[in-house]
C-alpha cells in the first residue's frame, strides 16, 4: 500500500455535490449558533457535535482511500478467440470497414478485432493466426490491449511461403485450444470469429468446422473483401524483418496474368452453418461494433494476473465508527431534553 487519496464511490460529481452540501450545512449550523446562542437551548457541544457529524459524512462521500498493488481481477466468464487469415490474398486492397475508404484485407481484420474487444468487457481473449499453418499467438488473456497490439502487427505471409488458402488450416489449433478452455472454465461463455476473404484455392477439400460445435456458444464467420475482387500483390520479407511488396502481382499459372482474388461468401456461409453461427461480411457500411453474441455471459469470475495493477481500497470505517459514536450522543442528548420538556 502506497498513498492516501480521494475516489468518490458515487463519483466525482455526485460525491463533490454531497460533500459540498454538507460543508455548507456545518458552516450555517456554527453561523446559526453564534447568532441564536442567547436566544436558544442549543449549547456549544451541541453545534460543535452536530458540524463534525456533517464534516464526517461529507468525508465519507468522497470515500478517503489507500492505493494498493494486487494481481487479482474480476473477469467476464466470456472467452472469445479470434483466428484471422494472414494467407497472401489478405493483402488485397479491396477491402472497407465503416467508410468508403479502400483498405486491405488485413487491415479491416484488424479493425474488427479492435470492435470485438470493445464489445465484450472484461473478457479472456485468444489470437489466432492462419496460413500455410495456425499458430496461437496470443494465449486467452484477460488482457485486450494484448489481442489487439497483436492485430495491429499482423502482416500476410511472404509470397515465397505461401501454399495457397486452405481455410481448414486454424482448425486442429482451434479445437485443442477450445477443448482446453471448455474443460478448464465449464461455465464460461465461448465464442468465436474466424476472419477471412473465404478464398481457398488449395487442391485438397476443405475440412468441416462442425467438431467445433462442441466447445464454443457462438461463432461468427467475418468475411472481409469484396467479391469484385482485387489483384494480389507479392509480399516479401526484408533484411529488417520487415514486409514489404515487390511492386508486382502475383501470377495466376492458368492464366499467366495477374491473380485475381475475391471474397467468397459461399465458403464463408457453409463454414457458419457448421458452428451453428452467423456470416457477417464488413463493408463501407457493417461494422462489429453492434454484433456482440447473446451468448456472453453475465457471470463474473476471480482470476490472478502475472500483470500487477494499482486500485484504490476505500477506508472509512474510522469516519463511521466516529459518525456513529457522535450520532449516540446526539440521540442521547435528545433524549435527555425530551425528558426535561415533559
Known sequence: MSGYMLSPSLGWIAGSIIAAILIVAAIVNVMLYVRRRNNSDTSLAACVRRSIIAVLIAIMALTPSVEATTTSQAINATDVYVAVDVTGSMAVDDAQYGSTDTISRLNAASKAVTDITALYPNASFAGLSFGASASLDVPLTPDSNALTNWADTLRTEPTASSTGSNLDAP???????????????????????????????????????????????????????????????????????????????VIDPSTKKPAISKMDPKNLTAMADEISGSYIAVNARKTLSDSASKDASKQYRVTTTVKKRRRAMPVIWPFAIATGVLLLWEFGAWLAMSRRML
Request: charged share 15%; glycine share 12%.
Open 171 to 249: 482448425l486442429d489449433k482451434l479445437l485443442v485450444n477450445l477443448k482446453s478452455t471448455h474443460d478448464q472454465h465449464p461455465d464460461d461463455s465461448i465464442i468465436l470469429y474466424i476472419i477471412t476473404d473465404g478464398e481457398q484455392t488449395s487442391s485438397t477439400t476443405r475440412r468441416s468446422f462442425s467438431s467445433l460445435r462442441g466447445y464454443i456458444n457462438d461463432g461468427f464467420t467475418i468475411g472481409v473483401g469484396s467479391t469484385a475482387g482485387g489483384q494480389v500483390p507479392v509480399t516479401q520479407v526484408t533484411a529488417s524483418g520487415d514486409q514489404s511488396q515487390a511492386g508486382n502481382w
